[in-house]
């Protein structure tokens, strides 16, 4: 078997909201491996930057420096070689946050230098990264509503999801998200308020305010025959960074104006009234005092309870030091193009491990077909995947991958419970 990169290539494909994006192909002998950069919507200040072009979200300057300095130094390279390879593609970049070369171009050569490894050891990518046997699925956090920069700014609140918390497995956790995303339908069209999705899939929200599409889910999940909570639990990504406005949050949804102490306390009244367990970015990533204020006021509220960092983070393992010294974080998104190369974001991923808080693998909102973050997740162990709503064939790509994966696993893709809160 051949391992040696003999051919690496750069190509502009579509993504999910009809942009371009760099995919990279490498070849090592009768081996193919691709890999494909996703993109972001809601962005933390300090993820890796994209090198676009200046009109039409155009990767033709990425293409370019993928063919000359990027696929020069990979020709030649053993494929298995993931950590320096990624080493060397960072110190190609030379700029803290990617912006020379892009991080979109080196986050597709990353993916396509491990997409080749696995398919040169005749593997498919969960098995080859996988370090044991008794291997289990991750929890899905499903998208059913989408607000914030995925809808205009429709509502201010970002993904409303659900977590299937009490499924036993695979299957029936997809199962359980598919019927609260069709109860939830009939709920809408009831009331003449169904309109369209968002971004990732879930309801495009054609309610009164932010409240309401808690109300919504709730009544949801239970037209579903499912119990809010012990079933089915809801999970918010509130995105804080795109409403904050000169030191407090701005919810235009709600035509209201918080400070920060007064939206904390608001959105404490909504755990409270809600079945709300996983929060992600309460406050903006430079709130750190409220954040770490929501994160106190929610561990008082329930026992399960979590603050998720993203932005706050931006899969970045040092960042992840910082936040959890801070008080911050039980929770960070692992979503490999904020870091750039696969290896850093697995570093960020094992960064949460010896934390004691969750790594969750994490697809973007622009997104296509290309299934790694499901491989990535089972692979490595991750106990979430977030991959946005059921529905949109960049995001069933995903869970039925899960399927067929699953199907290879003992006992048929068994979801490992969470464990206690730290
Ligand atoms: P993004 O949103 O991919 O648009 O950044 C996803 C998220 O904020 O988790
Ligand atoms: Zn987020």
Same mark, same amino acid.
């Given at each position: 078997m051949q391992y040696r990169i003999d051919s690496a290539r750069a190509r502009a494909i579509y993504d999910s909201r009809g942009r371009p994006t760099i995919e990279v192909e490498l070849r090592a002998g009768t081996t193919v491996g691709r890999g494909i950069a996703p993109a972001g *919507?809601?962005? %933390? *200040?300090f993820e890796a930057h994209e090198l676009r072009d200046p009109l039409h979200y155009g990767v033709s300057r990425a293409c370019a420096a993928f063919a000359a300095e990027i696929a020069p130094a990979l020709i030649g390279a053993d494929c298995r070689d993931q950590q320096r390879i990624d080493t060397r593609l960072i110190a190609l970049d030379a700029t803290p946050q990617r912006s020379r070369l892009g991080g979109n171009t080196l986050i597709a050569t990353s993916l396509a230098v491990l997409q080749t490894a696995a398919a040169a050891a005749g593997e498919p990518l969960w098995r080859h990264l996988a370090t044991q046997n008794d291997l289990t699925m991750p929890l899905p956090e499903i998208q059913i509503i989408g607000g914030g920069a995925h809808a205009q700014g429709r509502i201010d609140l970002q993904d409303i999801m659900v977590l299937p918390? %009490? *499924?036993?497995d695979w299957p029936t956790a997809l199962q359980w998200c598919a019927r609260v995303y069709h109860s939830l339908a009939g709920i809408l069209a009831d009331a003449g308020q169904l309109r369209g999705v968002a971004d990732e899939g879930g309801f495009w929200p054609d309610v009164a305010g932010n409240e309401a599409v808690l109300e919504l889910t709730v009544a949801a999940i239970e037209k579903a025959g499912l119990r809010p909570l012990d079933d089915v639990a809801i999970s918010l990504d509130v995105a804080a960074n795109q409403f904050a406005r000169d030191g407090g949050y701005h919810l235009r949804a709600d035509a209201a104006n918080f400070t920060g102490a007064q939206w904390v306390e608001q959105l404490a009244r909504w755990c409270r009234r809600y079945p709300i367990v996983l929060v992600e970015d309460p406050c903006a990533e430079d709130d750190r005092a409220h954040y770490a204020a929501f994160r106190t006021q929610l561990h008082g509220l329930r026992g399960d309870a979590r603050i998720v960092g993203d932005d706050l983070v931006v899969t970045n393992a040092a960042r992840i030091d910082q936040a959890v010294h801070d008080g911050l974080i039980d929770a960070a998104l692992i979503k490999p193009n904020q870091a750039g190369t696969i290896t850093e974001a697995h570093a960020a991923l094992m960064r949460c491990e010896s934390h004691n808080i969750l790594p969750i693998v994490s697809a973007r909102s622009g997104e296509t077909e290309d299934t790694t973050v499901m491989h990535l997740a089972v692979g490595w162990q991750a106990p979430l995947i977030k991959v946005g709503s059921i529905t949109r064939g960049e995001r069933t790509a995903k869970w039925n991958e899960g399927l067929r994966i699953a199907e290879q696993l003992q006992g048929g893709g068994v979801i490992r419970p969470l464990p206690a809160r730290h």
């Open positions: *919507a809601s962005t %933390g *200040a918390v %009490g *499924a036993p």
